[in-house]
């Protein structure tokens, strides 16, 4: 299988639907494995990176799941492909920056993914729409019970299993769901929330697990402790703490539609003038611009067969997938802000038109004038 | 008040963190809470934070950097990378990490799955030590008929396990033995705290 092949459909966990999956985009199981005797990829010798690569990648295709497969080796990918994979949380950046010694293997729909040689010896995840980390799990989990028969993993009897990184040693296992927040956003509550979740031991980051700032108005939120609890416990409280936010996002969202709907009409308004109309528009206004018109498709404003045209927008207008049909040089980024604008005009001139106006809720007639405070 | 790291600046940055039961604050400034990456959200924030100040005080500890003896990484490495060279510098610096990783983590012992391979040998070693402490205990408190019945018990489990591990293709892990398995008795009064009996995954 060609990785064009992939690359050409949209993964599961983006075209696909799931519990939630209005303010959950995706969940994600990743486990940390390393062979038993064999120094981590940071320390080890290229020779014997080479070895633990052909070991691991010989026992994951041979895997049931995986008999439609995609497998390379990261130095035959070209570094637009390498950035198409990490734009759909397919391999990590710091896999991405690997050469000789490191692969990937992916199965068709993109729900299980394997990294060799990142930062451990594997690295396998499993990623689907909406909150289902339950699920996840239980996929990956069978995976990584399938690979103990041909792998022998290294595991310390009180430590469990081993990692390059201590951070990661227990379970080896990070569980995350990438949620759209964009109510708690405008009404200044997300950092509220990120600091208490921060406090219970969980971890809230950006788009990409980089920078301060998240676009889009996307986090990322996951387990920052792996040993001493067992996986299910570590996914149970995980599960209760999105549910939370789950929660106050809806009540944030009801409370600007009877408070500010105005204000929120404006910014939706806006976001689509401006998408229908730019020329040029970086990665980062597109997202948050688009962040805006999810959250009008979630209140009934764009009709609703828009949603998944809405969703690949987020993915299609980052820079490598932008250019993924092109064989031609890379792009400057000016080049790549006006051919996202243009892509941004065509997909939403298919789409039906919006009405606004028309937003589906009764305001209570106390608070008609709160909206002329802005 | 002022700012854990730098001493200087007024701290606005609060973190709070209970682990095992015991609550640790950190306060921090603006300047250094950056510098710290506790408001990035790339890094895990408090464990990383955690992890640099413990990091540093084992250090200290340890000025002559150790070795681990299978790899070759040394503690400097260690410092530098945030990363270990192989499985078995959990045991070389076993001594360093132990700290670290309670503050890092929920619990210092793994609670969740085991590989299908190993379970039947991990449970055994537990139940190995619970057995060593409790023969400890029954020979101070001068209780022999228990006593005798225990080193029975202890004979036919260490038996298995050597059976086990003679039959099983490829070496045994090496640091079963270092940390869980106490081969004297002063050594198994150690291991009543630290194993408890855990779930199966």
Redesign the interface.
């Known amino acids: 299988m060609k990785l064009s092949g992939i690359i050409a459909n949209t993964g599961e966990w983006l075209s696909g639907s799931g519990p939630h999956d209005q303010i959950v985009v995706s969940s994600r199981v990743r486990l940390a494995r390393n062979l038993k005797g064999k120094p981590f990829p940071g320390w080890a010798k290229k020779a014997e990176r080479i070895a633990v690569l052909e070991e691991v990648r010989g026992a994951v295709e041979q895997l049931p799941e995986m008999k439609e497969s995609f497998s390379e080796k990261l130095e035959d990918l070209s570094p637009l492909e390498k950035q198409v994979l990490v734009e759909r949380h397919l391999i990590s950046r710091e896999h991405a920056a690997k050469g000789a010694g490191s692969a990937v293997v992916m199965n068709t729909a993109q729900t299980l993914s394997f990294m060799i040689n990142e930062e451990d010896h594997l690295r396998m995840q499993a990623i689907r729409a909406g909150l289902q980390l339950d699920e996840v799990f239980a996929m990956i989990n069978q995976t990584d019970t399938e690979l103990e028969d041909s792998l022998d993993f290294a595991f310390h009897n009180d430590l469990g299993y081993l990692t390059a990184c201590p951070t990661n040693v227990g379970t080896g296992m990070r569980a995350s769901a990438m949620l759209h927040l964009p109510g708690l956003v405008m009404s200044e509550q997300v950092n509220k929330i990120i600091n208490s979740v921060n406090k219970i031991g969980l971890a809230v980051r950006g788009l990409h697990g980089e920078g301060t700032e998240a676009m889009g108005n996307l986090f990322q939120v996951s387990n920052q402790t792996t040993l001493g609890e067992a996986e299910e416990e570590i996914i149970g409280r995980l599960n209760k703490v999105i549910h939370q936010i789950l929660e106050h996002e809806q009540n944030a969202r009801q409370i600007l539609l009877q408070q500010r709907a105005e204000t929120l009409l404006d910014q939706i308004g806006r976001a689509y003038g401006i998408l229908c109309h730019a020329h040029s528009i970086t990665s980062k206004e597109a997202l948050n611009l688009l962040s805006f018109i999810k959250m009008g498709v979630d209140l009934g404003l764009f009709p609703s067969q828009s949603r998944l045209q809405v969703d690949e927008l987020f993915i299609e207008t980052q820079p490598a997938h932008l250019q993924k049909g092109l064989q031609a040089v890379k792009l400057g980024s000016e080049e790549r802000d006006s051919l996202r604008a243009a892509l941004i005009r065509a997909k939403l001139k298919q789409m039906q038109e919006p009405e606004i106006g028309k937003i589906p809720i009764t305001p209570p007639t106390s608070n008609t004038t709160t909206s002329e405070e802005s | 008040m002022f700012c854990d790291v730098c001493k200087s600046k007024e701290a606005t940055v609060f ?3 209970i682990v ?1 039961g015991k609550m640790q604050k950190v306060n921090l400034c603006e300047g250094c809470s950056k510098e710290k990456g506790v ?4 890094g ?5 934070l955690l ?1 640099g100040l413990g990091a540093a005080q084992e250090i200290e500890k340890n000025p002559v950097g150790i070795r681990c003896p299978v ?1 070759g ?1 040394s503690q400097a ?1 260690f410092k530098k ?7 078995a510098c ?1 045991d070389a610096f076993a001594e360093g ?1 132990s700290g ?2 309670k503050n ?15 379970a039947s040998a ?1 449970r055994r ?2 139940e190995l030590a619970v057995l060593q402490a409790g023969l400890v205990k029954a020979v101070k408190e001068e209780l022999f008929e228990e006593a005798a019945t225990l080193r029975d018990k202890i004979r036919v489990l260490e038996l298995e396990s050597e059976q086990e591990s003679s039959t099983a293709a ?2 045994p ?1 090496p ?2 033995r270092i ?2 398995l106490p081969q004297s008795l002063p050594a198994a009064e150690e291991a009543v705290s ?2 408890k009996p855990r ?1 199966k ?1």
């Open positions: 973190l709070t963190q095992e408001n990035d959200p790339t895990f924030a408090l464990a990383d992890l790899c990484f490495d990378t945030g990363r270990l060279g192989c499985s959990y990490l670290m990783l890092m983590h929920r619990g210092s012992v793994h609670t969740g799955k085991v590989p299908a391979k190993l991990r070693s537990q490829g070496e892990v640091m079963n940390t869980s630290a194993p779930k995954p």
